[in-house]
């Protein structure tokens, strides 16, 4: 039940070596590490100040030293962090929540620990250690924001149980502030989503005014409300069509603060009260869901995502389970391949177990090390990996060498003798991980333009007929492979398969019908590889049809 914030800080140039983490596993434990390797260089400073005070005759009260209070309160998160993960750093990438505070900690918070609040020899220290470390970056903590909001979306999640660190399924965790929620709420405001927007800004607003403001912890305070989240509030009431209500609020953030100009600006349009056709306009392009191809399907892909596959019985029953040999290929006959049938028509199958635990490990070795930032193949065949709401999650491509040969060569293999097809016209394996809230957003796998049947394929081998994904593990909550025309989702399971078909039998028409999706990640993380078959070279595995509605 769950699923994303924009630029809003720059870390200092202290910060040393920087990445664009896009919210996937493997480098948030880097930064997880660098956190947990800086931690005991701020409790010395801590016991140091103690240490300092208690030597005076006439000792301060430390509670007045802002530098101590700062770097105290924030040792105070680190360690309530730690006390919900155990100290593992498997639980904290594992946590959408967890992820969001230790990336925003990583990003903004510890700029504020740097020297001078620090006692000079530690300082000195810490200025150090910090120079060789791994921190996280604003969009990252977008990204991570922007997850929050796709798992709240796409599951349909109270707001309140959000707020107080609830996630279905997952341990309670920390509790959401005020910049936090503001920080999510951007999410939907820029989608022009305004619905949402408002309950995450009212919210932040609301609980603004209840917190006690800091030096560390970016709660908002009158004065960052009124700038920041009261113009988005405003903006988005007012998109909604609500001009009554929209007046009201402005003329309420104009009696505590006059100067307030987006306010007085808003208040003159709504007293003009802004034509209807002009409002209906403005209405009619709001997009409830991002960067998606195919918006019909939505309802249905977020049903999907929350309850799994939704067949009639009329249609489940026919569904079968069996061992597949192919005509007794040898290999399948020394390991018959366990089949589930998911769908008939067409034919969507998932292979149980189809690879062990030793291939998994060396998979993940030779992938992992490959993963750039997740792109999607845009117009004229791009491919530049820009921050993009349709997939969020990390990348890389398994091309046959010397060093990983044997293991695709058995990859290749299994797809060849269950499916017949030819591993010459394929193109090579994509290997994806996405972390807590990746997701793809409703896509097909086939291309709709000449431009881009070429990608990552020899010339001339025709569009995508058929897609095999392996999963290499499992996820905790979430992440299933969706499919809303046809009312099917598949569960993601280690060493498990799924095939369909992009193209209709007679070879020229792409199948709309096997649009599909990859749910937001819950809990956990999730690795699969992609094999995408073309149509050259496999008459004998995939005749064509002379019907061409077939």
């Known amino acids: 039940m769950l699923y994303l914030i924009y630029c809003i800080l720059t870390l200092s140039s202290l910060l040393g070596c920087r990445g664009d983490f896009q919210v996937a596993t493997y480098d948030l434990i880097e930064v997880s590490k660098t956190e947990e390797s800086l931690q005991p260089l701020l409790e010395s400073a801590v016991e140091e100040w103690e240490r300092t005070e208690k030597a005076k005759d006439d000792p301060e009260d430390l509670e007045e030293n802002r530098e101590y209070v700062t770097v105290k309160r924030f040792l105070e998160e680190v360690h309530q962090h730690n006390e919900f993960t155990g100290g593992c750093l498997e639980e904290t990438v594992n946590h959408p929540i967890l992820v969001f505070k230790l990336l925003k900690r990583m990003t903004y918070y510890w700029n504020l620990m740097m020297p001078p609040h620090l006692p000079e020899y530690i300082g000195k220290k810490f200025r150090d250690a910090v120079a060789t470390a791994v921190f996280s970056t604003s969009n990252d903590v977008s990204v991570a924001a922007e997850s929050l909001y796709r798992l709240f979306d796409v599951y349909a999640l109270d707001l309140d149980e959000l707020k107080e660190g609830k996630l279905p399924g997952l341990p309670q965790t920390f509790t959401l502030n005020s910049w936090d929620l503001f920080s999510i709420g951007l999410t939907p405001y820029r989608n022009m989503n305004y619905v949402h927007a408002e309950m995450f800004l009212q919210a932040s607003i609301e609980l603004s005014k209840k917190e006690e403001t800091t030096s560390y912890t970016m709660d908002v305070n009158k004065a960052y409300r009124h700038q920041h989240i009261y113009p988005v509030l405003l903006h988005s009431i007012y998109s909604q069509g609500d001009v009554n209500k929209a007046l009201a609020l402005s003329r309420d953030v104009l009696d505590e603060e006059p100067d307030n100009e987006y306010a007085a600006k808003l208040e003159m349009d709504c007293l003009r009260h802004i034509r209807k056709d002009e409002l209906e306009t403005m209405l009619n392009h709001s997009k409830p869901f991002p960067?998606?191809?195919?918006?019909?399907?939505?309802?249905?892909?977020?049903?999907?995502?929350?309850?799994?596959?939704?067949?009639?019985?009329?249609?489940?029953?026919?569904?079968?389970?069996?061992?597949?040999?192919?005509?007794?290929?040898?290999?399948?006959?020394?390991?018959?391949?366990?089949?589930?049938?998911?769908?008939?028509?067409?034919?969507?199958?998932?292979?149980?177990?189809?690879?062990?635990?030793?291939?998994?490990?060396?998979?993940?070795?030779?992938?992992?090390?490959?993963?750039?930032?997740?792109?999607?193949?845009?117009?004229?065949?791009?491919?530049?990996?820009?921050?993009t709401q349709t997939r969020t999650g990390k990348v890389g491509w398994l091309f046959k060498d010397d060093d990983n040969k044997w293991i695709v060569s058995q990859l290749d293999n299994y797809i060849h003798d269950l499916t017949g097809y030819e591993m010459e016209y394929t193109e090579a394996y994509q290997f994806v991980n996405y972390g807590a809230g990746g997701h793809y957003s409703v896509h097909h796998d086939s291309f709709h333009g000449e431009w881009q049947i070429e990608h990552h394929a020899p010339p001339g081998v025709g569009n995508r007929a058929a897609t095999f994904l392996y999963y290499l593990n499992d996820v905790r909550v979430g992440g299933s492979t969706v499919f809303p025309t046809l009312n099917i989702a598949v569960k993601p399971e280690k060493g498990s398969a799924v095939y369909w078909p992009n193209m209709l039998k007679n070879g020229e028409v792409i199948d709309e019908r096997t649009i599909h999706s990859g749910c937001p990640v819950v809990s956990g993380r999730k690795f699969i590889i992609n094999k995408w078959i073309r149509q050259w070279g496999q008459a004998i595995a995939a005749p064509c049809s002379l019907d061409a509605t077939e």
């Open 291 to 387: 960067d998606v191809f195919y918006p019909d399907s939505i309802p249905t892909l977020k049903k999907l995502c929350q309850l799994g596959s939704l067949l009639p019985p009329s249609e489940a029953r026919h569904l079968t389970c069996y061992y597949e040999t192919n005509n007794n290929k040898p290999r399948l006959i020394l390991k018959p391949a366990k089949i589930e049938v998911v769908k008939l028509n067409p034919r969507v199958i998932i292979i149980h177990r189809i690879l062990t635990d030793s291939q998994i490990d060396s998979l993940l070795e030779y992938g992992i090390p490959e993963l750039k930032s997740a792109y999607i193949t845009g117009e004229k065949g791009n491919q530049n990996p820009v921050h």
